[in-house]
């Protein structure tokens, strides 16, 4: 029996992106790595689960600001080599700069400016001593 995991084109490090997007506006909410356990677990538990790359182990999203991505489908690309999470973001905050998306900066005149609002502050989000954001 062929497994849905090797149909993957994983990188030189295991590695495949992932794009979570918003499953009712397509709004682009984050982008992170997966390797092949994170996209089991993902699939199996119908929650984001990710891969540090910084932190060297799984990271479930959320699992410290309560800001979890519940999976309502996942997509691969044409390539198989990229990922698509559709998912309800609970709390409405994906970023750990407290904002709806990591993507809230937009090129306006030759610079970054910034467009979305911090809906929370992260330090809120994110109180625990010697924490690295997510």
């Given at each position: 029996?062929?497994?849905?995991l090797?149909?993957?084109h994983w990188n030189?490090?295991?590695l495949?992106p ?5 499953h ?10 997966m390797?092949?356990e994170?996209?089991?677990?993902t699939a ?8 540090s790359?910084s932190?060297?182990k ?8 309560g ?8 997509r691969?690309?044409c390539?198989?080599d990229v ?43 994110y ?6 954001h997510?």
């Amino acid at each position: 029996m062929k497994d849905w995991l090797d149909e993957i084109h994983w990188n030189a490090d295991g590695l495949v992106p992932a794009i979570a997007q918003d499953h009712k506006t397509g709004r682009v909410l984050m982008m992170a790595w997966m390797n092949r356990e994170s996209l089991a677990l993902t699939a199996a538990e119908n929650r984001a689960i990710y891969w540090s790359r910084s932190r060297g182990k799984l990271w479930r999203k959320g699992e410290e600001s309560g800001h979890v991505q519940k999976v309502h489908e996942l997509r691969l690309d044409c390539d198989a080599d990229v990922i698509i999470l559709m998912v309800e973001q609970l709390g409405g905050i994906a970023c750990h700069t407290g904002r709806e998306s990591c993507f809230y900066r937009v090129f306006q005149d030759g610079d970054w400016q910034v467009v979305d609002p911090v809906l929370k502050d992260p330090h809120a989000i994110y109180d625990k001593p010697g924490h690295s954001h997510e």
